[in-house]
């Protein structure tokens, strides 16, 4: 094994793992950071990862031989070449110094393979004062039971044809919160169910697509959705009517839990604190 667990497990201050993003902290053990590692010299998908769904090849790779691996911090790099390409260090460590050294080595692998972006993702944990970036949140379908909610809301091929082909113009107009990407695959055949909230025969919402998938120790999760809802369409509660019609579609499907993430102090996050989910903890991302 390369990695120590007894040097790695006391430095995860919150359940996210480099080219995978948020787990479930039941699965989070020493097995999986010895999977991204191994899958660094093949470059496929992982069994579990969230990613696999969408086909083609995984974007994300990790930079193997540059992991630093010390008793009291634990550095992960990984590159992506979508966009102009980016370096990402993960910082795993409770020194305040861990930041400092995560940039410097971004840093200096940005220049080394030409990319144009170095970050710094700084996972928090649950008890952090004052958070700022994504945090991490965990719907448990095990505690509760999630009721269908009342209201416009219905898979987007179950509503009449003209008001389906609305959704290709709330798609380019909700693009920024990936509509469009969704819709290609929509249109591809390559994703589950897309729940929508139509207004005036027009749809004005959506989240999906709707997808249950076993997790790295063979739980069944609902798998994160694309969720948008048009300006101005908000503030008539049709964003936590599609929310917990989809809640409701997982656990009526055997999920087990959802892991959200969420940017601190936005409308999701709001959404889901008041709907009572658990914080796991955050993730902070910084420029170099």
């Not at 070449?81 to 971004?106: D, P, Q, W």
Request: with cysteine; glycine share 10%.
């Amino acid at each position: 094994m390369f990695f120590r667990w007894d040097w790695l497990r006391p430095v995860l201050t919150a359940p996210i793992v480099p080219t995978l993003g948020p787990i479930h902290p039941d699965a989070l053990t020493v097995s999986m950071f010895e999977d991204i590692l191994r899958a660094a010299d093949t470059e496929d998908f992982l069994p579990y990862d969230k990613d696999r769904r969408w086909g083609g090849e995984k974007d994300d790779k990790l930079l193997r031989t540059d992991v630093v691996h010390q008793p009291e911090h634990t550095l992960i790099p990984t590159l992506t070449r979508r966009g102009r390409g980016t370096v990402k260090v993960f910082a795993y460590g409770l020194r305040s110094t861990v930041v400092e050294e995560a940039a410097e080595l971004a840093a200096k692998l940005a220049a080394r393979h030409d990319m144009v972006n170095a970050r710094v993702v700084r996972p928090l944990g649950p008890e952090t004062a004052h958070p700022r970036g994504t945090r991490i949140q965990l719907k448990d379908f095990t505690a509760a039971s999630c009721p269908a909610p009342d209201g416009p809301v219905r898979p987007v091929t179950a509503w009449p044809t003209a008001v389906q082909e609305t959704f290709a113009s709330f798609a380019e107009a909700m693009a920024g919160d990936g509509l469009s990407f969704l819709h290609a695959q929509m249109q591809a055949g390559r994703c589950g169910p897309v729940l929508t909230a139509a207004v005036g025969d027009r749809i004005v919402g959506a989240i999906g697509p709707m997808e249950v998938r076993p997790d790295a120790i063979g739980c069944p999760q609902l798998m994160p959705q694309y969720f948008a809802v048009l300006p101005e369409a908000r503030g008539q509660g049709l964003g936590r009517i599609l929310w917990r019609a989809a809640m409701h579609w997982g656990q009526s499907r055997g999920a087990a839990y959802q892991l959200l993430q969420t940017e601190v102090g936005g409308p999701s996050d709001r959404l889901c604190r008041s709907e009572g989910l658990a914080s796991l903890g955050f993730s902070r991302m910084t420029h170099v």
